[in-house]
């Protein structure tokens, strides 16, 4: 099992911007796709964005153009940089290896007050 630590989540106004990170272990990560998911106060999990082992990006319709998805196989860490961030974006942030399709981390927090 590849574990994954999720970081960079906090408080930002509306219109700010916030850096999340995702370090995993083991050297298997640099041929692993790799995403990200949040999960709001009463609402199911939802996809954020996918980066493939190749380096392909897709995102979801609500973040396109506002959020971009990153690796860097070196570091074995993934990252999803979010800029003009909305309240609508408040949630738990968690990074996810689709291979590992029942694993989840504990997420990181990402709270956009207006």
């Known amino acids: 099992q590849v574990q994954m630590v999720e970081s960079g989540g906090g408080l930002v106004q509306a219109g700010g911007s916030l850096r999340l990170s995702c370090a995993t272990s083991?050297?298997?990560?640099?041929?692993?796709?790799m995403g990200w998911y949040r999960q709001a106060p009463g609402k199911q999990r939802e996809f954020v964005a996918g980066i493939t082992s190749r380096g392909s990006t897709n995102y979801s319709e609500s973040v396109k153009g506002r959020f971009t998805i990153s690796r860097d196989n070196a570091k074995n860490t993934v990252y999803l940089q979010m800029n003009s961030l909305k309240p609508e974006d408040t949630a738990v942030y968690y990074c996810k290896i689709p291979i590992q399709s029942n694993y989840w981390g504990q997420g990181t927090q990402v709270t956009v007050s207006s």
């Open positions: 083991g050297w298997i990560f640099r041929i692993l796709d």
